[in-house]
């Protein structure tokens, strides 16, 4: 009897998931009839994650054995989604999009993008809104992540980049202030580079919950800041207030490498520390001892960092609460110094790079504004049009998704690689206008809730199915390599987008579907921007080396650029090389709380969750792991309205309803409930989200809504939880 051996082949690749894209391999059965059915996860020794996996990334292996996977187009009749060929399923959306055009003008479509797609999809997908379409209107989900990081950042030091320098680098510091995040929960590997810190009692955690995050901080002695939701910004103002009452400014530094602190000054300096402690919760104790621990690290030369995260970011006050950060940072002299600095810790698996190269309503690829003349003729010289083609700023994010069906707004909509009906805010209204469509366009090889309302589902290939680069949060470029083989059926993007500009009229040779030959034009496209691609190969990738943007290419016979990763350290990125301070005031959430909504609620992750669960809930282990949907509330707040734990809740917000498992906590502030934002149907957290938008970034205010919580009375036992 022959006994058949396994041939196993290993892949080097990076996690499906966050931003701090882990390394892994992906070992499988070359011999197996299904490949993917014998794929198994193995950590890989990389700088980020040191071999570590979260348990997402454990599990990621599960996705591509989904038994529900999406192989066949769907389109919809009589109200049912049923199988159609490939051409049929073009023919139709290609047709819709024109019968749209031609009845509404060019912004009739609108294209919805994703922070997980590859840099090739990013790039090819704003290509095509804009030169097959020609539409303005494209924006993508980044927009609610790291928007309000971006346009502070760009204000302060005239680039933005997520990390402006390796995570790496967090490991030697003895000092780290992390406001607004649960990189605990929501990277597990990003704590191994806290250690040093907190083990010196010089983690520092801002949040309203006492997360594990912050547990880790008070195991070794640290602070934790438990703030009001939405008092971000004074908390930082206050902090700046006492920085400079205690004489813990770097005058050196100020002098010698920034300007406006005058005026950044005159705002803080009406944060007296009591009044800080007023509107904050927090104690003035707390905030002192926080200058004091980031203060003498940075003297002592032993590192200090501040970082920022969607907690503190996702208000209509984002981008004003990051500038106030970013002036504590500069004034205790810590950007653009080797060992110490500030930076935005990145959500999204591509959420750098995702907006680099073209997604973002406003941006051409490189980082570039599309109302830069300049840039629209590079671009324009790229794609072979003329300049005057190219389309002018859209909507952002959300005032799109508002938009859709209303008398001049778009009427046919294609969205990748997001979730809307889950993820986006005042989520039930946007379903609203998902279903006043005249054709919605779903690529995902998964039926998430958005795709299941689609009149059209295009089946993708999924990550370790495919070719293309990432860029991590501390914007190294890596490579994402096709570790199984693609079962029959689905196509990439890639594919997608080259079929249906032909339909659309557009040369053959205009969208290519290789995506080394994608990346080879993205090269082209950055070359000058800010985010620089240009010196960044494959070639160059595949041989192992780190290159983190700007990398910009070099003349023939001169050495490559070996990358940049730590921006500032010579000067800033502005005309002047200097630093910005820039003056802000608070102004609170956009929302009140009020005898009829009495408490704020603020949303977030959980271990085993990502996003809005579409691929997550997929996975048995996790689905097991997290349990269903719940709201986190002080006991004496869920006593007040006759609820207990194990109790199902309704949380009321002014725009709509969600039921929930209450989880009591006495470490909870008694004014504020949490809520996870992974689960659909009734359990939709952001059913209860205030969409008021950033003047600036137009991020909408996810973290915080004036809420309520209520009894249920009849049986809930078929809520929908995951």
Request: hydrophobic residues 40%; neutral net charge; aromatic residues 6%.
């Amino acid at each position: 009897m022959t006994i058949a051996v396994p041939s196993l082949v290993s892949t080097p690749t990076h996690c499906p998931y966050c931003g701090l894209q882990c390394a892994m391999n992906i070992a499988r059965d070359s011999s197996a009839t299904d490949q993917a059915l014998t794929a198994t996860v193995t950590g890989r020794s990389f700088p980020t994650n040191r071999g570590g996996l979260c348990q997402k990334g454990w599990t990621s292996a599960e996705l591509l054995r989904n038994p529900n996977r999406l192989t066949a187009p769907l389109v919809r009749r009589d109200g049912e989604l049923r199988p159609a060929s490939w051409d049929t399923a073009l023919d139709i959306v290609a047709d819709g999009f024109a019968a749209a055009q031609a009845k509404g003008g060019r912004d009739a479509v609108a294209i919805f993008g994703g922070g997980g797609l590859t840099n090739e999809k990013a790039y090819q997908l704003g290509k095509f809104a804009r030169v097959a379409l020609r539409t303005s209107n494209i924006d993508y989900n980044g927009r609610f992540c790291m928007s309000s990081a971006a346009a502070a950042g760009g204000k302060a030091f005239g680039l933005d980049r997520g990390l402006p320098f390796p995570v790496a680098d967090l490991g030697a510091a003895r000092a780290i202030l992390i406001l607004g995040g649960n990189v605990a929960e929501t990277m597990p590997p990003f704590v191994g580079h806290l250690a040093t810190a907190a083990d010196a009692g010089g983690l520092i955690v801002a949040d309203p919950r006492r997360t594990a995050t912050v547990e880790r901080a008070l195991a070794g002695g640290g602070v934790h800041l438990q703030l009001s939701p939405g008092t971000d910004l004074p908390l930082a103002l206050g902090l700046l207030h006492l920085a400079v009452l205690d004489g813990r400014i770097d005058h050196n530094f100020v002098g010698a490498r920034t300007e406006g602190f005058d005026d950044a000054w005159l705002a803080a300096a009406q944060w007296w520390p009591e009044r800080t402690e007023r509107v904050t919760g927090v104690p003035v104790s707390a905030l002192r001892r926080t200058v004091e621990i980031l203060w003498r690290a940075q003297q002592s030369d032993a590192g200090a960092y501040i970082l920022t995260a969607r907690g503190a970011e996702q208000h209509a006050t984002g981008t004003d609460t990051v500038s106030a950060v970013i002036n504590l940072a500069l004034a205790l002299g810590l950007p653009g110094r080797r060992g110490s600095g500030y930076g935005a810790i990145t959500g999204q698996g591509n959420g750098q790079g995702g907006r680099e190269h073209g997604q973002k309503a406003d941006q051409l690829p490189g980082y570039r504004k599309i109302t830069d003349p300049a840039a629209r003729v590079h671009i324009a010289q790229v794609w072979g049009i003329d300049p005057a083609e190219l389309p002018g700023p859209g909507k952002s994010a959300y005032e799109l998704l508002e938009s859709l069906g209303t008398p001049g707004g778009p009427s046919a909509l294609m969205v990748h690689g997001a979730n809307l009906a889950v993820s986006a805010p005042h989520a039930g209204h946007v379903v609203d206008r998902l279903s006043a469509l005249d054709l919605l366009v779903v690529n995902d090889f998964l039926l998430s809730e958005t795709a299941a309302m689609a009149d059209v589902v295009l089946p993708v290939l999924q990550w370790a199915e495919e070719e293309g680069t990432m860029t991590s949060l501390e914007g190294r470029v890596l490579r994402r390599k096709a570790a199984v083989p693609a079962p029959e059926g689905p196509r990439s993007e890639l594919e997608v987008l080259a079929g249906l500009a032909r339909r659309l009229g557009q040369p053959a040779g205009r969208f290519g579907t290789d995506p080394e030959a994608v990346f080879e034009e993205l090269r082209l496209a950055s070359a000058g921007g800010v985010a620089d691609y240009s010196g960044i190969s494959y070639a160059r990738l595949d041989e192992g080396a780190a290159l983190h943007w700007p990398c910009p290419a070099t003349p023939a016979g001169e050495p490559e650029h070996p990358g940049t990763p730590r921006l500032f350290l010579d000067r800033f990125e502005t005309p002047n090389g200097r630093a910005r301070f820039v003056a802000v005031e608070h102004r609170g959430p956009s929302e009140g709380t009020d005898a009829e909504f009495p408490l704020v609620a603020t949303t977030g992750r959980v271990l085993a969750h990502y996003q809005s669960g579409a691929q997550t809930r997929r996975i048995d282990e996790l689905v097991r792991a997290a349990g269903g949907m719940f709201v986190q509330v002080h006991p004496d707040t869920a006593h007040r309205v006759g609820l207990v734990e194990g109790q199902q809740a309704a949380v009321v917000s002014r725009r709509g309803r969600t039921e929930a498992t209450v989880r009591c906590d006495d470490s909870m502030r008694l004014d504020t409930v949490f809520l996870p934002f992974h689960f659909g149907g009734s359990g939709r957290a952001n059913l209860l989200t205030n969409p008021a938008l950033d003047p600036t970034s137009r991020m909408p205010e996810f973290k915080a809504c004036a809420v309520r919580l209520e009894t249920i009375r009849q049986s809930t036992s078929d809520t929908e939880v995951a």
